[in-house]
Each structure stands twice: as structure tokens, then as C-alpha cells.
């Protein structure tokens, strides 16, 4: 190739030739894909000859991404200086990284002799994997090959003894980065199943344990580098995260339809090779530890469940399997033993069932449905059995469906898991309540099926019920029991809903829930379904306040269902009631406070608990014998509980009327304001008794609740209770307005003067 770097009078490339070769070749447009990487690799090894003067005994030795001829456009040089006790090598050093420094460029050097080379790999085994990929660069071959060949012999003599270090090692790296596979922002190289984890994958293969390069981890591996090459040129700088704002144009330059797509195409990759790692890894086991033998010296085989055994560890088919006519509902039989056993499916047989098991008739036959439904019950043995049958192509053999909702991002930040991983965690979520429901068998698939409509145009609840009601035919459902699976797709929102953003003491909403509902069989399949969707979405999913909202929910309505009669609402507190004004009580996260009647009694106790950084979750207003009464649920905002003594002081001042705590209120609250899209508003006509109810929609915000409640009161609306649902960045409050349903200009006024508080 022509040479990008011109030489100065004594033969060493200068800092202006280095420029150069960081204007066009580190930084070239269109410097994407193996051809580019190994272009940057031939400059950098032509520029890095330049610097070291042939002579016995001293080599340059490339290791990292520059042995690997795999560089990236704004990559580290990994170098050794290798010399043999030759005098002078601390000058020779200077003489070859300073010219490095001086152009920019990023160095991570060491100066050794073979020995010292071997001896810091024997004690470190990152520097064992490095070594693996060391490639002469400059200077004595001998001495280069020495250090090579030594290090890869040592490496596959010693490989089975410093695995399991370097496990420790890799899952720590795993829990600090999180898997690639399922973050919206991912590290393409520390995260698991990135780059880093292909050079274990390497490191295995090159140790002879497993033949963990496969071609699908190869194409997952090029195509994780274009995706970091593709990074590194969008930014102009060496970056292995991700990021949101960077997506789309990373995907314009791989020539991948939009961000999402791109999401998708990493998390397959990161799949690929987080399962080859995780059978090299077993496998690498079984080679240390060994298995149990039988009494020729052979692994034992052990029968698991029909044409399933266990052999070394691992599930593979019975002989008489392999040799009969396949049953279609073999491979989810086997997939159900692996996941009631939590033994892995070893590779052969997976490839041997994508290749030679029939497909599924429609309707499923009996054992084929008993078989899903063993597999979506077994608790922790189903993610990584269902992962396993997914990387070898049977799960589409299953549901057809599971091509479009694979990988597939979900951009809500609550949200931990890609679409897919979401769904079989919730049937895993979902089998620790089978014993609540009277048909766990349509919990479980229910929990597998409620998402499905989403990536789709529309409500993925009302977009779900037919994709969810065909899969359920497929399978082989009776009618009754299809629509049944329907129901629970449509409503598996319904509850926390209602619970979040409702008054559960107003008999309009627990007659609406009952209605929707049916009967206490659906209820309970419901509740579970809630729960089992909530944890497997991710903590910020679920709260102590929301599980105790939605079961006294769900007790309402099954008093509602099985007595035909609507609960009575709570009665006040007693203790309310009672003694001179004002009245404050503090317990757990309940604020109690009894004033004489008055309006605005609920923004001057929303804007107090603002104050003391108190998130308000729910509040009722009332009015009872003469006296205001207002009780709010709160959380603390950053996690810290508020002082209760102040708190009560302050609260005591501001329903008494003190005017300095109002002042200071309003200026706190001014100065908290929300940003985000812009702010909504949504009523509802016939969702409460004897009130209307306003809904907003905003961006959330400290004291978004004292700013809304003083405009509705400035506005003449009385607020008899308040309903806060916070989902990420935004929040949708419902807020109960005593009267009938207002007039077209009088919706106008309190919506506008709404919108103006937020």
C-alpha cells in the first residue's frame, strides 16, 4: 500500500508524519469493517517500523487490537518492547514511545525480556490473554518467536487452572457494566457478551478446551467491531458506550435502517456470544473437574424425562430418539427437562433438533401444550433453557411471532430487559404465584403472551388480543379459555391503573373494575399477572405503595364480585376527629392532618411536604363534621426521610395560616419546575360518583402537586382527592373535582389555568 507516513532525514518518522497519519487514516471517512481495520493495523506497523533501527536482540511486539490487526479508528497501541539484556534499552524505549506521545496517539507500553515477559503472564492472566495475541511488529524474529511460542505452549498448559480466577474476574466486569444484550446505553467491550468477552472466547479456543469461535460468534464479532468503528467516527474520539444521542447516527454509517434496528442487531450479537461463553465456561468445567464415571470409564448417562438423558453434564437425546421418526414436541420436551433439571442442552443436540425435529401441527398436540406449559413453570431453569433454544432458531418453530419481538428495545427507562427477555421473565415471574391462581397453565402463557402487541401501531393491549388469541388457538385452547387469554392481555394494565390513578373508596371505581372483570377467577389470574409483569420489568416497576394499592384494589372488587354489593368506603380517621385544631399526624408514610374548614387546605399541605422533599403518591380532602381533612401517602424524593419534628412544626404553621411558610413554599416550588413535552390534560366524565375528574400528564416535578392544587382552587375547583402515578421522567395525576361535569368554557378555565401551574 502507498505509504501514509514520509520519513525525516534520519529515517524516523516525525511528529507532522504522525499528524498525518491520524488525519487519514485513524479518522478516514468510510474507515469501516476488516478491510479499514486492517489498513489502520499496516499504517501503524509501517509508522511504528520507522522508529526502531534494526538491531540484534530488541523486538517490537504489537499486542491488544494492533496484534489482532483489528484496530479501531481511535484506539490504544499496546506495545512491548522485547529485548534480550542488550545495554541501552531505556533510551531505545524513549526513542520509540516519545514520537507516539508527540502525535496523540494512546500508548500502553511495558519494556521486558522474555523471561520477565512470561513470569508477569504466569502471576497476571490478563496478561497471559494478551500475549495470545502478540505479533511481531519490528526487530529480531528469533527473540519474538521465542516469547510467542512460549506463551501460547504456557497458555494451553495452564488455561483449565486460571479459568475460574479469570471468571471471578468476568462476572465482576458483568455486574459492573450490565449485559449488552438489554441496555439502551451499552459498553460494546466491557458489557457482557462485547468485545472483551470474545477475547475470552479466543483465549478458550486457543487453549484447545471448546471450539468456541463458531461462525455465528465470528459475524457477531465483526459486526460488534463495525458497530464500535462506526462509534468511533461519529464522535471523533475512542468511546465504547453507546449512547442514545449518538444512535442514529452510528446506524446511518453501518447502513442499519434506524437506532432501533441497530439496538437490535448489538443485542443479537451479545446473545451470540454470551452463550458461547457461557458453554465455554462449561466446558472448561468439565475438563477440570471431570464427571462422575461409570464403571468402564465412561461418562454416566442418566435418563431424565423421556428421549432425554443427561451426559457429562449436559442434556442430550436418547438413542432411540435419534433413531426413530422425531416427535414435533420433541424439542420443547427437551427444553421443559432442561429447565425442570437446570442442566444445560448440549450444542449437538440443540443443532440436531433445529435441523431435524419437525414443526408443530396446529393445533398442538396434548404433550407438545403439557410441555409449555412445564417449561414457562419451572422457575429459574426457564431463561437460560428458552435462551438456548433461541439462539439455534427452535423457539420461531414454536411461535412464529417471537421473530419481531426478539431483542427488541423497549426505550422506557423502567424497563431492564429487551421485549423478548421481558416476557419469558415475566412467565418466570409468574410461576411463583401459580398457586394463587385455579389455572396456572394460562397465567403462565398469559405472562409469555401480555406484551405482545407491542412495536406494533396503537394500545399493545388492545393490539395484543388477536396476536395472543391466535397463538393460544395455535397451541391448542379451547374457546372459552382463548378468550380468556385475551382478557388478561387487554387488561393486564388495568389494575395498577385504576390503583394509581383512582380513588378506590368511590363505588363508581370499584363497579368499573368489576365490570371489566367478570368474576374472581379472571381477578386472580390478573392480580398474578400484575405482580409477575411488575418484577420482571424492574425495581423502579414496583413499590410497597403500589402492591398495597392493588391488593386493597383487588379485595374491593372480589367483595364487589362475590357478594354483588360495592364496598363501603373507609371511614375517616378517628383520631382526626378529635381534639383542637389543627391536627397532625405523622406515621410510616401516611400524613394525617385535620384544619378548620377551609379551601386550599390540599395545596398548603402538598406545598409543605414539597418543602421537607416529601413526593405526595396520593391525598384525600374532605370534609367531616365542620373540619377539613386531608391524608396523603408520600415517599421521600431523594431517598432520605424528612425530619418529622420541622415537618409537624411547618405543617402545624401553613394550615394555621402562617404566611412565611406560604412565601417560602411558593418560592421553592417556583424554582423546581419540571421541563420535558409538553403537558396534557384529559378528562373523564363518568369515573367518579359525585366528582369529575381532571387528568394531567406532565413532565414530573418537585411540588408539581402544591402548583396544580393552588391554580384548581385559585381557579374555583374543590380537589376532594388526588391520585399521583409517576412513570420515569413523567407523571400522570388525577384529581378529583366535587360536581357535575363543568361546562365547555369552565373546562376551558381550569385546564388553562392548569397548564399554566406546571
Known amino acids: 500500500m502507498t505509504s501514509l507516513i514520509k520519513k525525516n532525514a534520519s529515517g524516523h518518522a516525525g511528529n507532522g508524519d504522525a499528524n498525518l497519519l491520524i488525519n487519514e487514516v485513524v479518522g478516514v471517512p468510510g474507515g469501516i469493517g476488516e478491510a479499514a481495520r486492517r489498513a489502520r493495523a499496516a499504517a501503524y506497523d509501517e509508522f511504528l517500523r520507522g522508529l526502531l533501527p534494526a538491531r540484534d536482540g530488541v523486538a517490537l511486539i504489537a499486542v491488544g487490537g494492533l496484534g489482532r490487526r483489528q484496530c479501531a479508528p481511535y484506539g490504544d497501541l499496546d506495545l512491548v518492547l522485547l529485548h534480550a539484556g542488550v545495554p541501552g534499552t531505556d533510551e531505545l524505549a524513549a526513542s520509540v514511545w516519545y514520537p507516539i506521545w508527540d502525535a496523540g496517539l494512546r500508548l500502553d507500553h511495558s519494556v521486558r525480556t522474555v523471561s520477565e515477559a512470561l513470569s508477569v503472564a504466569q502471576d497476571d492472566v490478563k496478561v497471559a490473554l494478551g500475549l495470545l495475541d502478540a505479533r511481531l511488529v519490528v526487530g529480531d524474529q528469533a527473540l519474538a518467536d521465542a516469547l510467542i511460542r512460549t506463551a501460547a505452549d504456557h497458555w494451553r498448559r495452564t488455561a483449565v487452572r486460571h479459568l475460574p480466577g479469570l471468571r471471578e474476574v468476568t462476572v465482576a466486569r458483568w455486574q459492573a457494566h450490565g449485559e449488552l444484550a438489554f441496555l439502551l446505553e451499552g459498553d460494546l467491550k466491557e458489557a457482557a457478551g462485547g468485545l472483551r468477552d470474545v477475547g475470552l472466547l479466543r483465549a478458550i479456543s486457543a487453549a484447545g478446551i471448546t471450539d468456541a469461535l463458531r461462525p455465528a460468534v465470528r459475524a457477531a464479532h465483526l459486526r460488534l467491531l463495525d458497530t464500535r468503528d462506526a462509534l468511533h467516527q461519529q464522535v471523533g474520539r475512542r468511546v465504547d458506550r453507546l449512547v442514545a444521542q449518538e444512535r442514529e447516527g452510528v446506524a446511518a454509517l453501518l447502513g442499519v435502517e434506524d437506532g432501533d434496528a441497530l439496538l437490535r442487531r448489538v443485542a443479537g450479537d451479545a446473545r451470540t456470544v454470551s452463550h458461547a461463553l457461557d458453554d465455554a465456561f462449561r466446558a472448561a468445567d468439565r475438563l477440570r473437574s471431570g464427571r462422575s464415571r461409570s464403571g468402564n470409564g465412561g461418562p454416566v448417562r442418566r435418563p431424565v424425562a423421556r428421549d432425554v438423558v443427561e451426559h457429562d453434564g449436559e442434556l442430550v437425546l436418547a438413542r432411540t430418539a435419534i433413531g426413530a421418526r422425531p416427535d414435533p414436541s420433541l424439542s420443547l420436551r427437551v427444553a ?245 385544631l389543627p391536627v397532625v399526624h405523622l406515621t410510616g408514610d401516611r400524613v394525617a392532618v385535620a384544619a378548620a374548614d377551609r379551601r386550599g387546605l390540599l395545596a398548603t399541605v402538598a406545598g409543605c411536604l414539597a418543602l421537607h422533599r416529601l413526593e405526595v403518591l396520593s391525598a384525600d380532602a374532605s370534609v367531616v363534621d365542620g373540619r377539613a381533612l386531608v391524608e396523603c401517602r408520600v415517599q421521600p424524593r431523594y431517598g432520605l426521610p424528612a425530619d418529622p419534628v420541622p415537618l409537624r412544626a411547618d405543617l402545624r404553621r401553613a394550615v394555621a395560616g402562617d404566611v412565611s411558610v406560604t412565601q417560602r413554599l411558593r418560592g421553592r416550588a417556583l424554582a423546581a419546575r419540571g421541563s420535558g413535552a409538553a403537558p396534557r390534560v384529559v378528562w373523564h366524565r363518568e369515573a367518579a360518583t359525585d366528582a369529575v375528574l381532571l387528568e394531567l400528564r406532565a413532565a414530573d416535578a418537585a411540588g408539581l402537586l402544591y402548583r396544580v392544587a393552588c391554580a384548581l382552587d385559585e381557579a374555583g375547583a374543590l380537589v376532594r382527592a388526588a391520585r399521583i402515578s409517576t412513570l420515569g421522567a413523567d407523571v400522570v395525576d388525577a384529581f378529583y373535582l366535587v360536581g357535575g361535569w363543568p361546562d365547555d368554557a369552565t373546562r376551558a378555565r381550569l385546564e388553562a389555568a392548569v397548564l399554566a401551574a406546571v
Not at 391 to 417: A, C, F, I, K, M
Not at 468 to 484: C, D, F, Q, S, Y
Not at 533 to 543: E, F, I, K, Y
Open 336 to 580: 421443559a427437562a432442561a429447565a425442570t433439571t437446570r442442566l444445560p442442552i448440549a450444542r449437538a443436540t440443540c443443532e440436531w433438533l433445529a435441523a431435524y425435529c419437525p414443526p408443530l401441527p396446529a393445533p398442538w398436540p396434548a404433550e407438545a401444550r403439557a410441555a409449555l406449559t412445564t417449561l414457562l413453570g419451572a422457575g429459574p431453569g426457564l431463561v437460560p433453557a428458552w435462551e438456548t433454544c433461541d439462539r439455534y432458531g427452535l423457539v420461531d418453530g414454536w411461535l412464529p411471532e417471537w421473530t419481531r419481538l426478539r431483542s427488541l428495545p423497549q426505550h422506557n427507562p423502567v424497563h431492564r430487559y429487551t421485549l423478548d427477555r421481558h416476557l419469558v421473565q415475566a412467565a418466570h415471574e409468574a410461576s411463583r404465584h401459580a398457586r394463587e391462581v385455579d389455572r396456572p397453565d394460562l397465567l403462565l402463557l398469559g405472562a409469555l403472551l401480555h406484551d405482545i402487541g407491542k412495536g406494533l401501531p396503537g394500545d399493545h393491549s388492545t393490539v395484543g388480543v388477536p396476536l395472543a388469541e391466535t397463538v393460544a388457538t395455535r397451541v391448542g385452547l379451547p374457546g372459552p379459555e382463548v378468550e380468556l387469554i385475551g382478557t388478561l392481555v387487554r387488561l393486564h394494565l388495568l389494575l395498577p391503573d385504576v390503583a394509581t390513578r383512582r380513588d378506590l373508596a368511590d363505588p363508581v371505581t370499584i363497579a368499573s373494575v368489576a365490570e371489566a372483570v367478570g368474576d374472581t377467577g379472571t381477578l386472580d389470574l390478573l392480580h398474578a399477572l400484575v405482580r409477575a409483569d411488575a418484577a420482571a420489568t424492574g425495581p423502579a416497576a414496583w413499590s410497597d405503595w403500589k402492591g398495597r394499592l392493588v391488593a386493597e384494589l383487588v379485595a374491593r372488587v372480589r367483595t364487589a364480585l362475590d357478594t354483588g354489593v360495592l364496598p363501603e368506603p373507609p371511614a375517616p380517621d378517628p383520631m382526626l376527629l378529635a381534639g383542637p
